[in-house]
């Protein structure tokens, strides 16, 4: 057969079809974004509800209806009258029992049983959703590049905080002990933000190509950025000092506003020895802490929000309108709270308002150092 001449053309045309179509290098380790998010999503959710099943478990008094800890065991609850029983008969063996419920009724102690039962059922589901969804994503090799660190890293959090709370609640089990050591609930509510904070930067960077996200890297605004920072280190303080007001039922006393008991500082509020006890355990001294904090705070907010409305990106603008508006919302919370001795349903609010606004700041920061591209129109 003769040799058929070929058109330089056609010779043009086959190495074309061989080019590698836009954005291969970008999928390239890229994973399931898009399923991981909605998995962080779910994972999110029910950290979230946990914050406030945890909240209402503190105002219930029902920490420590549950006497010991056992992780696998103990997700099964009592299911006959003997063990019913048993489980009350440990929990009269502890101090608050003796000193402050003693009388109460196996009915009553059913209630509070249940809601820390479903404090900790509510630990284990969240543990088994990421266990199935990491090991899921792992083996089907879906994690994007870079992520199997941080995914893991979700994990061992978790796990640390199912330790802490032991390590609360058996604070509480000591003698002369009615409630949880007041430090050990701030930690606990404290890591409880933090892996909530990490779960809301992971979702926020998946909802954004890599590519996109190096694109907007080089429009972020610094200065606003590093003041996100500080507004999230002084919200992360005052989440702390909020927990020691739990803690020792410091936001029932003092039910007047701006003043305490008449005064700008509360009565008598270094008589605790050593000094440095105060500070942890006077709830008048304890709730004037988080009052100031909530001033500066909102003081600080204001300062980072009027900086934000001059950035040249609507949505950054956005989320600061949205991260002051619920600021302003969440002091006027923590009033009320104040004024009507912090009743569960208005203390577990000021809570939940607590949660979305610490979201609404992490978003407003993560929105100042990736701003989304925009049409020179929308500078208007």
Sequence with gaps: MANKTRNIFEDVADVQKQVA?????????????????????VIFALVGIMIIVGGL????????????????????????????????????????YQLQNQG???????????????????????????????????????????WR??????????????????????SGLKDGMLDVASYRLATHLGLAFVIFGFITWYILQLSRREVDLLQARRLADSKLARLGTWLIALAFLQILLGALVAGIDAGR????????????????????????RNFFEDPG??????RMVGYVLFAFALFVWSRARKSANART?????????????????????VIYSAPAHIAIVHQLGAVVLWVLILRARFLAIYPHSQSIRGNN
């Design 285 to 290: 001294l304890v709730q004037f802490m988080h």
């Design 149 to 170: 660190g941080r995914l893991l890293f979700l994990g061992a959090l978790g796990g640390l905080q199912g330790a802490i709370g032991w390590w609360m609640v058996s």
């Design 317 to 337: 603008r956005f989320a600061h309108n949205a991260m002051i508006a619920m600021m302003s919302l969440q002091v006027v919370l923590g009033i009320v709270t």
């Design 253 to 276: 006393g003092f039910p007047d506003w701006p003043l305490m008991a008449g005064g700008f500082l509360p009565p008598q509020p270094f008589d605790l020895v050593p000094l440095w």
């Design 57 to 96: 478990t503190r105002l219930t008094d029902s920490g420590l209806s549950i006497t010991e800890w056992a992780p696998i065991t103990g997700a099964k609850p009592p299911a006959s009258e003997a063990e019913w029983a048993t489980a009350f008969e440990k929990y009269q063996a502890i101090p608050e």
């Design 104 to 146: 109460m009724t196996l009915a009553e102690f059913k209630s509070i049983f249940w809601w820390e039962w479903g404090h900790r059922q509510l630990g284990r589901v969240i543990g088994l959703v990421w266990a199935l969804g990491f090991v899921g994503f792992l083996a089907m090799r879906k994690i994007p590049t870079g």
């Design 21 to 41: 179509s836009p954005g291969g290098i970008d999928r390239g380790g890229q994973g399931a974004r898009g399923p991981i998010r909605i998995w962080l999503g």
